[in-house]
């Protein structure tokens, strides 16, 4: 091995490795019973303590640099060389080599204390069951053990740059959702100034205002609605209002949830929800699409986390929907569980011209279209009860239309606004667009009046 020690540690012939091989090539009943007492055998005069890799990993927390690992024996371990693609083709490599260790003896170091400690899969009761990884930790005193194992602990349980995302039935680390609010800003959301306002005021207030809820006597607990058409600032806002809570002086965590489908169902998913959610309180719990999330099968059981005995203090709970009406009455309109609505409606004339300008703004580094101030209040004019994400699909489709052009050299500049490129392209493609909100409508009032047909039968 590798790195000096004070412990003894046996090196060739381990009983240990022996007795799991052995085990794993017969009739399985319980590995984590056989491994325990070989290892009592090999370590008579050391302490053991188990604990599950999946709730702390000590590789992860070394990993960090509050440790150091040593494999020992390499001879005796068993692992897998599994290849992990780049996560992105386009960010180019060719992908790596990971290790994945099925049965390991490492020597831990960390902080004064030296410990033995194996790593070893064990998968009980045939294929179908989950796999299963426990590290066994030999030392000197069980203390020394239960201390490292609780730094390791709350070093797992803590964001790193991340963002606590629910979807599958687990809550998860998302690096991918943190690097995205952190890109949001206020500046980037076009809406009413006052009501952007009252926006940041709801929820700044509310984390403000614990001492006054005590005093008053009230549960420290909020919920609030941003409703309307979609595609008009909803989800940009939340993540401007994520960035806004976690520069903090007293940083906010975000708890987002994607879904309520797990392997045991919606309920358990709540009560998981809530659960982390009074763990990380004070937090902002976020239901993005709420409508599609609580549904009648689970209203009650939402209901229940939400009004139930538990205490909820600290938690401002946000529910976006794009379909206000298909929200139980009970959840939208009882002020005990979600106490404010904030309308999102379609752009008006000033903040079209806003938006248009924001894309001037993206675009005025490349020559090759011209895009002067006049070109944003012509767009404006004829982009009258359109979203802000139709907005963005109308000059999106014009400028990919611009750039299949400059393969054939093009016109791309003019002295007048019918001259302009861009004008020509983003005027096609809102009469695209229009034809398509238009047919949307006419489908959906003859589903209206089917519905209300069947209704009166």
Not at 236 to 253: C, D, G, P, Q, Y
Request: aromatic share 12%; proline share 3%.
């Amino acid at each position: 091995m590798t790195g000096a020690s004070n412990l003894e540690i046996r090196a060739g012939g381990d009983e240990v490795s022996r007795e799991y091989l052995q085990h794993s090539s017969a009739q399985r009943i319980n590995t984590d019973i056989v491994i325990v007492e070989a290892l009592r055998k090999e370590y008579p005069e050391l302490r053991l303590t188990v604990t599950p890799a999946s709730n702390v990993d000590l590789f992860v927390y070394a990993s960090a640099g509050h440790a150091s690992v040593t494999p020992v024996d390499d001879s005796e371990s068993w692992t897998w060389r599994v290849y992990a693609p780049p996560a992105r083709r386009l960010d180019g490599g060719s992908g790596t080599l990971v290790v994945d260790v099925k049965f390991g003896k490492f020597l831990y170091k960390w902080q004064s204390h030296e410990f033995i400690v194996y790593l070893i899969h064990g998968r009980d009761g045939g294929a179908s069951y989950p796999d299963i990884a426990n590290f066994y930790i030999l030392s000197a005193s069980n203390q020394a053990a239960d201390d490292l194992i609780k730094a390791a602990g709350t070093y797992a349980s803590q964001l790193h740059d991340q963002v606590w995302v629910f979807d599958q039935g687990f809550w998860q680390k998302s690096k991918e959702l943190y690097n995205s609010f952190q890109k949001a800003s206020w500046d980037d959301v076009i809406l009413d100034s006052n009501m952007k306002k009252e926006l940041l005021a709801d929820v700044e207030n509310f984390f403000d205002s614990r001492e006054t809820y005590d005093k008053l006597r009230v549960p420290w607990k909020r919920g609030t609605i941003y409703y309307g058409p979609p595609g008009n600032g909803k989800t940009i806002s939340i993540k401007a209002m994520m960035r806004t809570l976690f520069n903090r002086k007293e940083r906010v965590s975000t708890l987002y949830v994607r879904t309520l489908s797990s392997f045991a169902g919606p309920e358990y998913s709540l009560s998981q929800i809530f659960t982390k959610a009074r763990q990380e309180a004070p937090c902002y719990l976020v239901f993005e699409d709420l409508d599609s999330i609580v549904d009648d099968r689970v209203r009650s059981y939402f209901l229940n986390e939400v009004d139930g005995l538990k205490k909820n203090d600290g938690i401002m709970m946000i529910g976006s929907t794009n379909h206000l009406d298909r929200l139980d009455p009970g959840i939208s309109k009882r002020p005990s569980r979600f106490d404010r609505k904030f309308y999102f409606a379609d752009p008006n004339f000033d903040q079209r011209v806003k938006y248009c300008e924001f894309w001037q703004h993206k675009l005025a580094d490349n020559e090759d279209i011209d895009y002067p101030d006049k070109l944003c209040v012509a767009i404006a004019k004829i982009t009258d009860d359109f979203s802000f994400a139709y907005i963005q699909e109308a000059f999106v489709a014009a400028l990919l239309s611009i750039a299949a052009a400059q393969k054939n050299h093009a016109s791309r500049k003019g002295n007048d606004l019918d001259d302009l490129v861009l004008w020509k392209e983003i005027q096609k493609q809102v009469k695209i667009l229009r034809e398509e909100m238009e047919e949307k409508h006419t489908i959906g009032s003859h589903v209206r009046l089917v519905h209300r047909h069947l209704g009166d039968s």
